[in-house]
């Protein structure tokens, strides 16, 4: 049964793996957020001392449009639904077009007493590493050869995201030392060692963490600080240096509350 909602993990609908599912209800959530505040001089007000985002839950209910003398269909259904999302990945909804959430946990229901026909049944996705929905595709800015510069990227989204940079070598030449600034962070490198046709990558995975890599290795101990590429949306300026000339691609997937 093709549904208005629906619901895709890994690429997989919910409502095609039987004809008999029902998605009775889909919550994209909104991320958890702590604040920590201490109490202002003057007998009146707050300052906030620390903000940050924990988790996002999605919920889906759905029913099991099959009788309840039909007792061993509908349990073969009921798990036919927990493993399928119990696989994780990309979740995606069909009201949230190019968008998308990395699935980290799922919290299944237990079946109860399938003889009630009418039950609804709901799963839990939930975000712990990146708690927001993002963009399936990216923005990004194309540099062509050269060994410096700056241009402006559009960045997505409603809440900060981080840059991810692509910087091509085309000199023939090593590459040592390269730098980067954007949105008031800055990530600089030395001893590289990145060959004249090698690629430097400055990434981040479904896990929201930084990883930097030349020529495909490890390149993350030629980082000396403790910065990350972390800009606010809208138009993004950045500015960028190398030993030699290279292509440089910085792009943007954006978050969403």
């Not at 190019?98 to 039950?119: A, F």
Request: hydrophobic share 35%; charged share 20%; glycine share 10%.
């Amino acid at each position: 049964m093709i549904l208005t909602r629906r619901a895709a993990l890994g690429g997989v609908q919910l409502d095609e793996l039987h004809e008999r599912i029902v998605i009775r209800s889909i919550n994209p959530g909104v991320p958890n957020e702590s604040i920590q505040a201490t109490a202002r001089m003057g007998g009146a007000g707050q300052r906030m001392t620390s903000q940050h985002w924990n988790q996002l839950d999605v919920s889906i209910s759905y029913a099991i449009d099959v009788p309840r003398r039909e007792l061993e269909l509908r349990r073969q259904i009921f798990e036919m639904v927990n493993a399928w999302a119990l696989r994780k990945g990309w979740l995606t909804i069909s009201y949230l077009p190019n968008r998308r959430m990395y699935v980290d946990k799922v919290v299944v229901p237990g079946s109860g007493d399938l003889w009630n026909w009418t039950d609804e049944f709901t799963i839990t996705f939930r975000a712990y590493n990146v708690p927001f929905w993002q963009d399936e595709m990216p923005t990004q800015t194309q540099i062509d050869l050269a060994a410096g510069g700056s241009g402006t990227v559009e960045v997505g989204g409603n809440v900060e995201s981080p840059l991810d940079v692509t910087f091509r070598n085309r000199s023939g030449m090593t590459v040592n030392n390269f730098s980067i600034q954007a949105g008031g962070h800055n990530i600089r490198l030395t001893g590289l060692g990145l060959s004249g046709s090698g690629t430097l990558a400055i990434s981040h995975g479904t896990d929201g963490l930084l990883r930097i890599t030349a020529d495909g290795r490890s390149a993350y101990e030629k980082y000396t600080g403790s910065d990350d590429l972390t800009v606010s949306p809208g138009q993004c300026w950045f500015s960028f240096s190398a030993d030699r000339a290279g292509c440089l691609t910085v792009q943007s997937y954006g978050r969403y509350v």
